[in-house]
């Protein structure tokens, strides 16, 4: 089964590596400067799962795309700014079989996909990982968080779907194929999007926020309303399967921060209306003024950055 995966960034590179170093046939669709540090480097993962590297990944640029047979599962790694253009990239590699698979967070981009090759083709992906690359290009998996969850975009299972377990099952990550992908999407959604504007709207980590006069509170009720907007989608979280989420929202001491929220401190691009503008859109009218607070210093960081 031949595989590319558009990205070799923090989530591509990592899935997509360890995918190739089990032996399993993937390319990766690279440009400009990470071509050339894949080149020199390999993809190299560090992790407290173990660290791996893989000298000569196959690599292929969008120009060497338009000569090759269409792959049998594209994986979608890039950002959501990044979509619209990956997706004329690849368009060459699309067949009339190929599955899509996209890994990235939010939703929106699942519309993206649908709207451009239809719901059959779409298997969604989410996968619940911290990793970042550094300076040299190497894949920094911060935590042991690995999972990959895919499934039918209708939910249930398929012979495509199962086919795609074994080659899916390979140290480094845990796999699993689900009959309501469209839930864990949203699930990591309120996770992902509490813990951005937690981190943004404090300005630091859960543990710094949650050591200062209200934090805790603040992380909470941030929680709450990331919450209420997935209920109002029809995937309410019950009271139980909340209480270890706000532990960890209001750990003292954790070092635990988003990407969305690294990336700022970087100033680098954000997903500010994939993953939070979009999700205010879904809101429905539950109250939700904290999620709107970070949306708006996002924007206010995306305009400055522009200037
Ligand atoms: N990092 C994390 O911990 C997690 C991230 N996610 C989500 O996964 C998605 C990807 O994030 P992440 O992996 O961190 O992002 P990165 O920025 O680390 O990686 C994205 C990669 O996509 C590449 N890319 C973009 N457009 C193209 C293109 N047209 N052709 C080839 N390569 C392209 C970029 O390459 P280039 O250098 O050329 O721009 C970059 O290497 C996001 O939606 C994010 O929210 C989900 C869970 C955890
Ligand atoms: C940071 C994030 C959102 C990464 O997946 C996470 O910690 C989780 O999914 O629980």
Known sequence: MRILTVGAGATGGYYGGRLAIAGRDVTFLVRGKRAEQLRQKGIEIVSPLGNAKL???????????????????????????????????????????????????????????????????????????????????????MTKLDAFTYGELDGGRSPRTEALLPIFSVFGFTTTLSDNVIGALWHKWWILSTMGAVCIVSGGTVGETVAQPYGAETAEAILRESVSIAAANGFP????????????????????TSSMYRDMTKGYPVEADHILGDM????????????????????????????
């Open 55 to 141: 000298a000569d990944p196959k690599l292929i640029s969008a120009d060497e795309l338009k000569s090759t047979v269409p792959f049998d599962v594209v994986i979608i790694s890039t950002k959501a700014y990044s979509l619209e253009a990956a997706l004329d990239d690849i368009a060459p590699a699309i067949g009339t079989e190929t599955i899509l698979l996209p890994i990235l967070n939010g939703m929106r981009h699942i519309d993206v996909l649908v709207d451009r090759y239809g719901r059959d083709r779409i298997v969604p992906g989410t996968v619940r990982i911290v990793s970042d690359m550094d300076a040299e290009g190497r894949i920094i998996q």
């Open 237 to 256: 979280v019950d009271e139980a399967a909340l209480a270890p989420h706000i532990h960890r929202m209001t750990e003292p001491g954790s070092t635990l």
């Open 280 to 307: 205010l859109a879904r809101a429905k009218g539950a109250p939700v003024p904290l999620l709107k607070g970070a949306y708006v210093r996002l924007k206010v960081y995306e305009a400055n950055r522009q200037k």
